[in-house]
């Protein structure tokens, strides 16, 4: 630390009155830590807090004793004056320091015994731990999902990896080029390091959030047979070559996609795995009922863009217009390759033959890239203007859609899509201008964003898709589908299920098009979400992720 001049002695007295623990510690140092080491502060921190003894030598590269971990933990937690209770340690003598520490420290539930009852007081401790005594002290586990995904890759199947999931997204720790190192050895100043930040966020790590525009991180393998490992293939494709299989429940990171194949790396290999014998759940390690078998996709068109229609006889015509000679017709589920599209029109390519149909009934699939890229996709943020919508304590429906859906909207645009929106302000539209503009633009997908009331016991999200009047009933529901169940898992909503209803806005689209109900606002629970700024987010990506799925699906 800097010595202070006493030059002036208002200047002084300013400095003493506002001296943190940190600066006070300036007439104490340990004289093998030089004050430019990157440890200097929180060692000295912790000094002065008496977690470490104040000595002479701090000997920071030296492996720390699991007898030193459980002290410096009851310390910093302020229990060392917990009483001992009766248990045997029988690698360790009652009435001595150690033992009180490591009594108190297995109390707590920061460390656990081993066979015959050993703590193993002087054996170097590894860093997983160390990872298990922190989280426990300091409540850090934290689970894995898409909102905080494990970003240190060599713990994914740990059995502490949540534990050092939550040291990551507390700011203790960043590891090692995205390596947690488990099993190495914790030298003095790590750990000295890790306890400062635990203790006094002045000293934690910077935690840059995760990418929450890509689609899902980590898949849990789920066969449906716990016996059952899945085959990962050299390339997207069933005749593929195998290259390793991962045994049921294995979560691994998903680095990109091909249609309904999953790229992934494995032991430095790059592989591709079904996403039928995944789920994006790592909290269930298996599905309720076992993945359908695997049918050998259709060959991918050669073309960037894909279209799969989505309703029988579809009308192929000798050029881009409905009065144009009707040349052939295609049913649900033919795949075309897309040449070119033009308004509502889609010049196509499949069989030898070339032609055009209204891409309304097409669902169209990048081959390449992101699959939202240059997808038309209309937001709709429910009510506005002299229509609030429901209301509850001063909060609005148009003010909470509107917030969602400017979130999403952001979302959809960073993957690619091109997104219009409804409304962009709290103006008044009516349901005819919301479809009538979707329509205009040349929509293939539209999204609208509600919140719900009814009596305070009600809560949940449901999501509305409409098959009486909407010729892409099927495509509806199934967009609906993908985003219910990540809204669901997502913000931890009550399941209200997808329903068909011929709401407005969705029966008078001609392309998948869903209502979302994200939650009740006359229920105390849901309001705490629907009008959280944190649930705002959580929301639009999981809308956004439900979309990304659905043109994930080929």
Known sequence: MNQFKWAAASLLLLTILVLSPLQSMANFQFSDVPTTSDYHKELHYIANKGIINKADKFNPGDNLKRAHVAKMIVIAKGEQNTPEKNMTIS???????????????IQKGYFQLSSGNRFNDNEDITREDMAYALSEAFNMSEKITNQKPLVLTDVANHKYAERINGLYYGGITQGDNKKFLPYNKLTRAQFARFVARAIDDQFKLEVKPPDQQSSVSYVKVATGNDKDPLNVRSSPS???AIITSLPNGTVVEVTGNTGVWLKINVSGKTGYIHEAFTTSNLDDPKPSVPAPPVAKPDPAPSAKLMGKVTVNNLNVRSTGSSS????????????????????????????????????SYLKLLNQTGNPLRDRVIVVDAGHGGHDPGTGNSGKTEKAITLNVAKKLEAKLKNAGAKVLMARTSDKYHSLEERTEFAKKNYAETFISIHVNSAGSSAKGTETYYDSSSNPNGTE??????FIQRNIVQKANMVDRGVKNNRFYVIRNNNVAAVLVELGFLTNSSDYAKLTSEKYANIYADAIYQGVYQYYSKQ
């Open 238 to 240: 069933n005749s593929a």
């Open 476 to 481: 509806s529901r199934d967009l609906a589908t």
């Open 324 to 359: 144009a000679a009707v040349i052939d017709k295609l049913n649900a589920g033919k795949k075309v390759e897309v040449v070119s599209v033009s308004g509502y029109w889609a010049k196509i390519s499949y069989s030898g033959k070339t032609g055009y149909v209204h891409k």
């Open 91 to 105: 690698d360790m003598k009652s009435g001595t320091e150690r033992y009180k520490f490591a009594n108190i420290a």
